[in-house]
């Protein structure tokens, strides 16, 4: 008797052991939102005292809470294309301390770009007027899956990591 409970109970452990199966979120527009990494271009951003230098970027749709966001200020561009700077950027005076810089926060409807330091009033205009971001929102599900995760500080490499149509990107103007 106790060899056939032992027979019954290993069958049974067996039979409802759980499988394991990822799931893909599909909306009911046929959408695959959870698995699709993308960009949002915002251009004409300006900071000034007006908006205390800081500027709230409004994303197309409501993203993910468990979402990666990256945000990148264009820098600069030459025949070999544009040039991205990582959120956050730092600027310093020749003797090392602070001038000024850029920091970024996100939720899941935006991002908040911040310009922070000494006398900004007094700032260049080519660091306050007419900015370009990126943001590239990467589902979790991309940014948990590789023992080698790619540098976040290279959007190019970011780009090809995750494999993202840099041409195909929403663009917003400000």
Not at 71 to 89: A, T
Not at 103 to 111: I, K, L, P, Q, S
Not at 152 to 161: C, F, G, L, R, W
Request: net charge negative; aromatic share 16%; with cysteine.
């Amino acid at each position: 008797m106790k060899k056939i409970t032992l027979i019954v109970a290993f069958i049974g452990m067996v039979m409802l052991q759980s499988c394991t199966k990822e799931e893909v979120i599909i909306q009911d527009n046929g959408v695959d939102y959870d698995t699709i990494s993308e960009v949002f271009e915002y251009s004409n951003v300006d900071f000034h005292s007006g908006n205390s230098y800081s500027v709230v970027l409004d994303f197309p749709h409501t993203i993910y809470t468990s979402d990666m966001v990256l945000v990148y200020r264009l820098s600069g561009s030459d025949s070999s294309g544009d040039y991205w700077k990582p959120m956050p950027e730092t600027y310093y005076f020749n003797d090392g301390t602070l001038d000024f810089g850029y920091d970024n926060d996100f939720t899941r409807y935006d991002a908040q770009v911040n310009l922070f330091g000494y006398d900004l009033p007094a700032l260049s205009n080519g660091y306050k007027l007419n900015q370009v971001f990126r943001v590239v929102v990467i589902p979790a599900y991309f940014g948990n899956k590789s023992a080698n995760p790619v540098s976040t500080n290279d959007y190019k490499a970011v780009i090809e990591y995750y494999n993202i149509d840099d041409k195909n990107i929403s663009k917003i103007v400000m």
